[in-house]
């Protein structure tokens, strides 16, 4: 089988397919595995049965570790540009190759979204997401002082990481009324001296070719900018961390149905309770499937992966049967709280859809 | 400004008070114990493990962590192994006009042992001057550092924190 | 700016020094790393301008999807310098017409 990417997903739906004995072609467009683990330097929540406690960055070398007792193919810097039924075109190195598999599990993740205001354009507003790649990975400051927009966990985390990496983060900025992401990141960074202001957005950005400053406005009940609120903060970085889509361009290549669902973050592959999308052998694990955290997609991962090895015939239906139960178990707790519950019921809607799309095609 | 975990990501006390992580006043005041400053269900449960003595419960994993007051010696072991970052220890028996306060911390440069330094409160808010007594980096704190620091016993509910120099990190 | 201490990653591991030219100008780099970084952390926050108006565009997902960040690279148009490693040598020059 093929696993297109290799974040947590795709390295839990090795892990099991390999386990099992089956023969595994793990691919990703980057020269590293472990997608958004490499970037991720903070401690995971989680079930301590799992990876709680661990650190993302230590998570996918334990994780790659594992891999390595088992045999899995691995090819990097390899992007996935065509697919014909079971059959991808792989480019690598300026060479093109065919690669004939009887399953595929999409694990490409998610992308940032962006919100558009005056001066956006500018030289100095990035992606949340690129500024940890910067700060984490590339051990290179963005700049000195910063706004960041969106208190979701990616706009709480991301500003503690920069705090770290030694930036001024200026202000946490949020539309809603109430923070997005967990308390517990949220009162990290306020111990740092960040103040999250609710209820604000951003006007305008400008600066002299490039980012110099931003005027932020408070909001009212119905959205509208409450008169003489403005404030111009002098910044020269401003990250948008406003969520994440799944990236469904190779499910959509392969003709798998979307449904659109604003909880998981725009248009994700209708998938069943295996995983398996509405195309028969090709399966989504992670946050392709829908916008979620590391903890679900290493879960979702293992679903795939036990779920195609079954189909393959290398695990028996009775084994697989136990071990889907431990995971969608696990899934269920992950998916509980006030949190997770609004996850958890458009995942079961998700796979209600997907349910009944396989019995219309039988 | 009204203080709300949801709000503005400091929780009020009154919030504290009333979750099942945070010690009463009277145990408070008695022996060094462990403060959970964790009160939003979330699926999170290493610090139930990482209790030496089992004070720590999370019963399912999205329920608040329970702190068994009576058997929390305030040996500190859970502060550095939660990945909130949201446990703390207060030792009111320090001395006579000070209490001392553990934290973890996840910024360079560490301060030193000895120094005095600018005690801050869950806003950042400097209220009060404070002695780093200890400055503890172990293997298994895995890069969380736990400082402790003696301010005076006033300031227990209060100081969660140190200023922290910015543009340290970087060349 | 380079992070050169950091409480978590620790201190930053010493690459090779090599050189690359950005419009005439030699900036040093660590060989391996993305041309954007090694720009960014030169101070250089302009990458290309854009056809009609000549504005500025830079730095943006990091990840090679957003295609802001593209440059001329050793000749090449349109290269996107956040995931294109740099090599000793390199000329990179500010696409100036979109």
Not at chain 1, 140 to 148: F, H, K, Q, T, Y
Not at chain 2, 39 to 68: H, R, S, T, Y
Not at chain 3, 37 to 43: D, H, V
Request: hydrophobic content about 40%.
């Amino acid at each position: 089988m093929a696993i297109v990417g290799s974040g947590p997903a795709g390295l839990a739906a090795a892990l099991e397919a390999t386990n099992a004995g089956a023969k595994v072609l793990l691919i990703d467009e980057n020269a590293n595995v472990g997608g958004q683990l490499l970037k991720q330097t903070h401690k995971f929540f989680g079930s301590s049965k799992r990876y709680a406690g661990i650190r993302g960055i230590d998570i996918g070398n334990k994780m790659l570790q594992e891999l390595d007792k088992n045999h899995v193919e691995i090819s990097l810097t390899s992007i996935v540009f065509q697919i014909f039924g079971k059959e991808l075109l792989i480019l690598k190195n300026e060479k093109i190759q065919r690669v004939k598999t009887k399953k595929i599990i999409y694990s490409c993740g998610a992308s940032e979204k962006v919100i558009n205001f005056p001066g956006w354009t500018l030289p100095g507003v990035m992606g949340a997401g690129g500024a940890q790649t910067l700060v984490n990975v590339h051990r290179v400051s963005p700049g000195n002082r910063i706004l960041m927009i969106g208190s979701g966990n990616v706009g709480l985390v991301v500003s503690y990481q920069l705090i770290q990496a030694g930036a001024d983060v200026v202000a946490v900025i949020e539309a809603l009324p109430k923070i997005g992401g967990y308390g517990v990141h949220a009162s990290k960074i306020c111990r740092a001296g960040v103040p999250i202001l609710t209820s604000h957005k951003i006007k305008e950005a400008y600066g002299n070719g490039k980012v110099e400053a931003a005027t932020i406005v408070a909001l009212d009940k119905k959205w509208q900018p409450i008169l003489n609120t403005e404030r111009t903060l002098k910044v020269d970085v401003i990250c948008l961390a406003v969520g994440l889509k799944p990236k469904i361009e190779l499910p959509l290549m392969s003709g798998c149905k979307t449904v659109h669902s604003p909880t998981l973050g725009g248009r994700v592959p209708i998938h069943d309770e295996n995983m398996e999308t509405t195309e028969k052998g090709i399966y989504v694990a992670g946050d392709i499937a829908g916008v979620e955290e590391v903890d679900t997609a290493i879960e979702e991962g293992r679903l795939a992966g036990i779920a195609s090895a079954e189909k393959l015939g290398y695990i028996s239906e009775d084994k697989a049967k136990d071990l889907k139960i431990e995971v969608r178990k696990i899934l269920g707790d992950l998916r509980s709280g006030p949190f997770g519950e609004h996850r958890e019921r458009a995942k079961k809607q998700l796979i209600q859809i997907g349910k009944s799309s396989r019995q219309r095609l039988l | 400004m009204s203080k709300s975990l949801a709000k503005t990501g400091i929780p009020s006390i009154e919030e504290l008070e009333k979750s099942p992580g945070f010690p009463s006043k009277e145990r408070m005041m008695n022996r060094p114990v462990a403060v959970i400053e964790c009160i939003q269900k979330i699926p999170c449960d290493p610090c139930q493990l990482v209790c030496p003595f089992g004070a720590i419960k999370v019963n399912i994993l999205i329920a608040l962590p329970e702190l068994n007051e009576e058997i929390c010696t305030g040996c500190g072991s859970c502060i550095a192994y939660c990945p909130g970052l949201a446990i703390f220890v207060v030792d009111y028996t320090f001395s006579e006009d000070n209490v001392l306060i553990s934290f973890p911390y996840e910024y360079l440069p560490l301060p030193e042992v000895g120094s005095i330094v600018d005690a801050t409160d869950r806003m950042c808010k400097v209220i009060t001057k404070g002695k780093i007594v200890k400055v503890l980096e172990r293997k298994s704190f895995d890069h969380t550092a736990v400082i402790s620091i003696a301010v005076p016993k006033n300031f227990i509910y209060e100081v969660r924190g140190i200023t922290i120099s910015k543009g340290e990190g970087c060349i | 700016m380079r992070i050169v201490k950091h409480p978590i990653l620790g201190p930053l591991e010493l690459k090779k020094n090599i050189n690359i030219i950005v419009d005439d100008k030699i900036i040093k780099a660590y060989e391996g790393e993305p041309i954007a970084s090694a720009l960014i952390a030169a101070g250089i926050t302009t990458f290309h301008k854009t056809k009609k108006r000549g504005d500025p565009r830079g730095y943006f997902c990091g990840i090679g999807l957003c295609t802001d960040c593209m440059m001329i690279v050793d000749g090449i148009r349109n290269v996107r310098t956040c995931i294109t490693p740099v090599r000793g040598g390199m000329r990179i020059e500010t696409q100036k017409d979109g």
